[in-house]
């Protein structure tokens, strides 16, 4: 292929061997689009577009368009086009799987030279998969599309933690017709509406873009809480992202820590991990805190809403757990209460990440009077018990020292001097040259 020019690209990205047609439609529609927007705005965008067949057929050229063959895409991953396979191995899993990770090397290719501005694909399950997995290593606010034939399914597989939208194909993509013809320009028309508008930001002056920003997790039941925490955070000076603690939420807020995007964390509801020990809907996985802790940035933790597994309607609950305090939260969601053994496991799992780091920086606040707005008396999961068993198994096995230390505090964590403490200890361990940067005490 060309050297890449730094004239912004956007690659149109799709199997030439099964689904041309369709590909050369939606390309022409986001050139149409792109040259209709930068009309006005002095842009100028290329449209290119890429082959990602895994069958014997290929594809050497396309009229009108700049064209990377398969070929090409291949040999970001193998080294060279000598190097490339000219057929991939018959299992079509395994095919996928090459040229999605080819994929993924030609898009970060075309991020290093500078030139990647967006990039649609479409595809159906196999052509799904193959593209989204790609483009989930884009980094966020970079234009990524996939007008797909599952985009109304379960889509938390092909999704991730990403910002990629996928739009519903409505008929399968197999050829130009009254639904296609309409669902590919309307595709293609927001995909270049998103590119332009994001190439003028990119062009505004973003320096005065330096808050630090801090990452929360939140649920319902701690609220409350988290208001308060990002009120006083905002008066400090600081920027805050809010994630619900929905499994999916607390993996976004550790990506967004692995790119440099969030500088410190207040990690107040840490139910995922409830859910993913017990067997919940919304867990987290065994990388739970790993970013936080890796990154070394400033880190408060306690323990919301680990008083509960969540789970669908009632009638989703397995057997196992029909002995135990059952609260209907809502139509779609059911929550059971978590016992001592359980609550001694949430800590021990907690206390040994805390532990694996000894030079990170941290502070762990506990309220003795309940962990949500359900741990109270007269409330659904309250149980004094199991919440003083999570307090003390924290104060037994976290290892502390001048700059790791847990606090116990005589207060519920929806009380607003328990927010105020927990802010309090986030400024505690808050290097002081990032306070200034965010014009803290001014």
């Not at 483009?135 to 797909?148: A, D």
């Not at 190439?199 to 630090?212: G, H, P, T, V, Y």
């Not at 995007?261 to 919304?282: P, W």
């Not at 001097?417 to 803290?440: M, Q, R, T």
């Amino acid at each position: 292929m060309d050297n890449l020019c730094r004239t912004p690209r956007v690659f149109c990205i799709g199997t030439a061997d099964t689904k041309l047609d369709e590909l050369k439609f939606l390309s022409e529609c986001v050139r149409s689009n792109i040259n209709s927007f930068t009309a006005i705005s002095s842009f100028k965008v290329e449209v290119v577009v890429v082959d990602v067949s895994c069958g014997e057929k290929e594809t050497k050229d396309l009229a009108d368009f700049i064209f990377v063959p398969r070929k090409d895409v291949l040999a970001c991953y193998f080294g060279s086009i000598e190097k490339s396979p000219r057929i991939l191995t018959d299992e079509r899993g395994k095919a996928v799987a090459t040229m999605s990770k080819a994929l993924e090397y030609f898009l970060k290719k075309a991020q290093e030279d500078q030139v990647l501005a967006g990039a649609i694909g479409l595809g159906g399950t196999g052509g799904t998969s193959l593209i989204s997995s790609a483009f989930r290593s884009l980094p966020l606010g970079m234009p990524k599309v996939i007008v797909s034939t599952v985009a109304s399914g379960r889509t938390e597989s092909y999704i991730g933690t990403s910002d990629m939208i996928l739009f519903p194909s409505i008929v399968d993509i197999c050829g130009i017709n009254g639904v296609s013809r309409v669902v590919l320009s309307n595709a293609g028309a927001a995909f270049s509406g998103m590119v332009v508008g994001r190439l003028a930001i990119c062009r505004q002056d973003c320096s005065n873009n330096e808050k630090f920003t801090v990452g929360l997790t939140m649920f319902g039941v701690t609220t409350p809480c988290v208001n308060a925490v990002k009120e006083r955070l905002a008066k400090e000076g600081y920027e805050t992202m809010v994630f619900h603690a929905t499994g999916v939420g607390g993996r976004a807020m550790e990506n967004l820590v692995r790119e440099g995007l969030i500088q410190g964390v207040l990690d107040i509801t840490t139910t995922e991990v409830a859910d993913f020990l017990v067997g919940g809907i919304m867990p987290c996985d065994s990388s739970r805190f790993d970013a936080i802790i890796e990154k070394n940035i400033p880190f408060v933790l306690t323990v919301g809403a680990l008083d509960m597994v969540s789970f669908g309607t009632k009638d989703t609950i397995p057997s196992r757990f029909q002995h135990r305090k059952i609260h209907i939260h809502n139509a779609q969601n059911s929550i059971v209460r978590t016992t001592v053994d359980e609550n001694k496991k949430f800590a021990e799992f907690i206390a040994d990440k805390l532990n694996r780091s000894p030079s990170s920086k941290f502070r762990v606040c506990l309220p003795q009077k309940g962990v949500s707005a359900y741990d109270a008396p007269g409330k659904p999961c309250y149980d004094p018990e199991a919440t003083s068993t999570l307090i003390n198994e924290f104060q037994r096995l976290v290892q502390t020292k001048d700059d790791r230390q847990v606090k116990v505090y005589p207060c519920h964590i929806n009380d607003p001097e328990f927010a105020n403490a927990l802010v309090d200890a986030f400024l505690e361990i808050s290097p002081s040259h990032l306070k200034d940067s965010v014009g803290h005490h001014t």
